[in-house]
């Protein structure tokens, strides 16, 4: 049941192995990141990203332990090997990785052509225990089992693990390996003695491999259809080719994650497609990437569009591909290695019509190439062959029109016609951790962001000739938009008077045992924000007030990059707000010295809040790159419509100006000060006479990506300069 592609790439490496070695040189990257060692290779055959933990003595070892995990793109696929030390001491094993003693590098390109079929690829390196080790777990195949492991439960599915074989191999080594549920890929890990060390032992009874104290020599490879790299010039415009040279880190990250089909998310837990990710990215990166065909924006767009679920519109939020579809075919009986796509989301739909506006309408390259674009088929999911990009994007367009509608009518500004979750599931945007909406049903970036934003974009569509069949949408979808815009915020709005404020920070900061300084200084009046969401968990009647789910947090950052508002004391008002929250220290603001957290419960007055948000939540006290990009980005939009034909009133009102700009500048420093974790995707805290940046792995089990597609926005989002007051 193999997709005609896969036969195709099969096909092409049979005739293509012919270039053993690249025209290019190979990229490489080190990103320490203590406890965890980051290694990225990647050159015309193959892209590796090699994590080692080595556990440090303040190491928390219920949640990491030394570990080798290798992540490759093509697949989502990869391997983890867990060790122990074999005398049972938590934390005398810290493994390190040793320079090749031919090529002087950690890791080495392994490729090997085999004739008609996928070459074998991956990387091999040297690893040194100081202590003698026990592979007690190791895990072949997708990157999503090592990740359900690595987060969830730490439960294994034995038809996975089932598939090890241990063998022993030449030198002294061994070798574990695992075929997929495809029958035809194979994971092979092998491990072999090297300057004196011990015979790696294959422990009969139980499957696990034992080393003795010294270096061992691995071997990492897989056979799967390679995926088609953008190199660093390829990923960005020519006007931004500098960028290879000023910022190589960045750019030799972004082409890592950036393919001719599409761009992934971030590594090394989610080397794959995410609609909301790369769309985003695109949004806020679209000045420096490249435009065309073959191009990073086009691959963003076509890989929205391939994967659009054909039956409601939905855009699809993560695809599943390699091992793990097969996997999760065979649980419903169907034999087939078919990718498939997760449709959870309520908020990427509405992203597809900005992303489609800001190239095919706004930029003259996207002109030129839109109607052959829309005019192809798409290929990836059987269910979608046959049907245009061009018809595809419009069954999305219908759902997002049918969607708004009810709120948009006549008097129908109501709780129950705002944007819901969907009833089965906990999450439904970006603070997709089940926490990360405090319980709440009625997300407020959604709401109060991108309906209103992608709605204007569908009237500009429309206006530029797209969906001939419903003309009338570039009336109606501006009508919606300017309803969506002006009269939603106010469902979200939290005023907390000057003195319960003072007392609910004083108390978060003394019932959580924070040690962190209360700042209720800065409290010098009421204090207004817009929370997370709506609890949304209100019987009827239809109009009755549903409860905002108390938590302060950096989503204002949406209305800011993606609306031009027009109700102007609404407009002062939001900027105001904001405003304060940047310039308040946490816990009365949002910025500490590693940057704005991303949620601030501290006006809950609920122990339960302030735990669910805490630094060692996903989405708690906690930063992401992105939402400093978003902010900074944003704000520099609203600063600039001081400068454009049509100037907001906020522009005319000297201290709003002048505060608003120093919140910008206050974020530009928070955001130069702390460059050493930007383009990683979360990282979190702890404090000592200040805060300082930590991996949030080193808090919880979930793990930080590294490099985060979305984090190295800041290729192109930049500090502006801008006038004093207006
Ligand atoms: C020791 O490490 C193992 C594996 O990392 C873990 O399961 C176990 O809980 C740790 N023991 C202690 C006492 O932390
Ligand atoms: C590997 O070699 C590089 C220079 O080639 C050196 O900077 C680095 O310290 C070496 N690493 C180890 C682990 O020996
Ligand atoms: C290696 O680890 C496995 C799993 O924890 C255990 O069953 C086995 O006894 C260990 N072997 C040695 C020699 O420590
Ligand atoms: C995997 O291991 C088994 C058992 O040693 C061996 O028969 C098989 O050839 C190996 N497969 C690959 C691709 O190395
Ligand atoms: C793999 O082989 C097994 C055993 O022959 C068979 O049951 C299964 O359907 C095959 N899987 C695929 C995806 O072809
Ligand atoms: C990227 O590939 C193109 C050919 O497609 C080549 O001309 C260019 O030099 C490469 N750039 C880098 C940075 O390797
Ligand atoms: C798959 O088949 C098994 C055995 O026939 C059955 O028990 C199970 O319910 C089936 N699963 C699905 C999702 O249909
Ligand atoms: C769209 O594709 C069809 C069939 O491939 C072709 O006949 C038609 O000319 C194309 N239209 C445009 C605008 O490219
Ligand atoms: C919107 O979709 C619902 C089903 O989800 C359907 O019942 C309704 O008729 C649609 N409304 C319009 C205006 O298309
Ligand atoms: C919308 O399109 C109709 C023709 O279909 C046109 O008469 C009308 O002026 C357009 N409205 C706007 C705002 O462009
Ligand atoms: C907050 O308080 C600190 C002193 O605790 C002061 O330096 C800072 O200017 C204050 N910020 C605002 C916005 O009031
Ligand atoms: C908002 O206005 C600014 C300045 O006029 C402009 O650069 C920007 O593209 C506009 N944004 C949107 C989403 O319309």
């Known amino acids: 049941m193999l997709r005609p592609s896969r036969f195709l790439a099969a096909l092409f490496a049979a005739v293509s192995v012919a270039q053993d070695t690249c025209n290019e040189p190979a990229s490489r990257l080190y990103l320490p990141d203590p406890p965890y060692d980051n290694y990225i290779y990647f050159d015309c055959h193959s892209s590796s990203h090699v994590i080692l933990t080595s556990p440090m ?10 570990r080798l995990l290798m992540a490759w793109p093509a697949g989502n696929s990869g391997l983890a090997a867990y060790f122990e030390p074999t005398d049972g001491v938590n934390g005398t094993l810290t493994p390190r990785l040793e320079n090749s003693t031919s090529t002087g590098e950690i890791l080495n390109p392994i490729y090997e052509p085999i004739e008609g079929s996928d070459p074998r690829v991956g990387v091999s390196g040297s690893v040194n225990f100081n202590v003698p080790a026990n592979l007690t777990i190791p895990i072949l195949g997708s990157i999503r089992t090592i990740r359900d492991f690595a987060e969830g439960s730490s439960i294994l599915d034995p038809g996975v693990q089932g598939g090890l074989r241990f063998s022993q191999s030449d030198d002294n080594g061994a070798t574990v390996n695992r075929t997929w549920f495809d029958n035809i890929t194979t994971t092979v890990l092998t491990f072999t003695p090297f300057d004196g060390a011990q015979p790696v032992i294959i422990d009969s009874n139980s499957n696990h491999l034992l080393f003795g104290a010294g270096t061992y020599r691995f071997n990492a490879s897989f056979n799967y259809p390679h995926l088609e790299q953008l190199n660093q010039t390829e990923a960005l415009n020519p006007q931004s080719a500098d960028l290879i040279q000023q910022q190589p880190d960045q750019t030799t990250s972004l082409s890592f994650l950036s393919y001719e089909d599409k761009l ?23 000045p420096v990437l490249s435009e065309g065909e073959n191009g990073a924006i086009e691959a963003v767009i076509s890989a929205v569009l391939e994967r659009i679920n054909r039956a409601d519109g939905t855009v699809c939020h993560e695809e599943v591909i390699g091992d793990y579809a097969t996997y999760l075919n065979l649980k419903e009986n169907i034999t087939s290695t078919e990718p498939r796509c997760d449709y959870k989301m309520v908020d990427t739909d509405y992203l597809l019509p900005i992303a489609m506006q800001n190239y095919f309408v706004d930029t003259s390259t996207g002109q030129q190439r839109s109607d052959e674009f829309f005019n192809t088929t798409a ?57 990360g909406l405090g319980g709440g049903r009625i997300p407020y970036d959604v709401n109060a962001a991108l309906v209103p934003a992608g709605l204007r974009a569908i009237a500009a569509l429309s206006r530029a000739g797209f969906f001939a069949n419903r003309p009338e949408w570039n009336e109606t979808a501006d009508r919606y938009a300017q309803v969506w815009e002006d009269s939603t915020l106010q469902f979200f709005e939290v005023v907390v008077p000057q003195s319960e404020a003072v007392s609910l920070v004083e108390s978060y900061v003394a019932d959580g045992s924070l040690s962190v300084p209360t700042n209720t200084d800065n409290i010098t009046g009421d204090m207004t924000y817009y929370g997370v969401a709506l609890d949304g968990n209100v019987p009827p009647p239809s109009n009755a007030s549903s409860p905002v789910v108390p938590v302060m947090n950096t989503d204002d950052c949406f209305r800011h990059f993606f609306l031009n508002t027009t109700n102007q004391a609404q407009l002062s008002a939001f900027l105001n707000q904001t405003a304060d929250h940047i310039l308040n220290p946490f816990p009365v603001g949002l910025a500490s010295d590693v940057g704005l957290f991303v949620a601030n419960p501290a006006y809950a007055g609920n122990a339960s809040f302030a735990a669910n948000f805490s630094r060692g939540a996903y989405h708690g006290t906690v930063v992401w790159g992105w939402q400093l990009a978003m902010m900074g980005a944003g704000l520099g939009r609203q600063l600039g419509r001081c400068s454009s034909s049509n100037v907001p009133d906020f522009c005319n009102d000297t201290p709003l100006y002048n505060k608003v700009l120093s919140s910008y500048n206050r974020l530009w420093d928070l955001v130069e000060n702390n460059e050493a974790q930007l383009s990683s995707e979360v990282w979190s805290w702890n404090y000592d006479n200040g805060y300082q940046a930590t991996p949030l792995g080193s808090i919880i089990a979930t793990e930080s990506n590294i490099r985060q597609l979305w984090s190295l926005t800041f290729l192109a989002v930049r500090r502006e300069k801008f006038g004093g007051s207006g």
């Open 57 to 66: 003595s303040n190491s928390n070892f219920s949640i990491l332990g030394p």
């Open 264 to 286: 992934l998310a971030g590594t090394w837990r989610f080397l794959t497609y995410f609609g909301r990710d790369s769309m985003i990215s695109m949004l806020l990166m679209q």
């Open 379 to 435: 290929t990836f999911l059987v269910e979608n062959d046959g049907l245009t990009y061009g018809t595809l994007a419009e069954i999305t367009i219908s759902k997002i029109m049918n969607a708004t509608s009810a709120f948009a009518s006549p008097g129908g500004q109501t709780i129950q016609n705002l944007i819901h979750l969907r009833a089965s599931e906990p999450v439904g945007e970006w603070r997709d951790s089940n926490n």
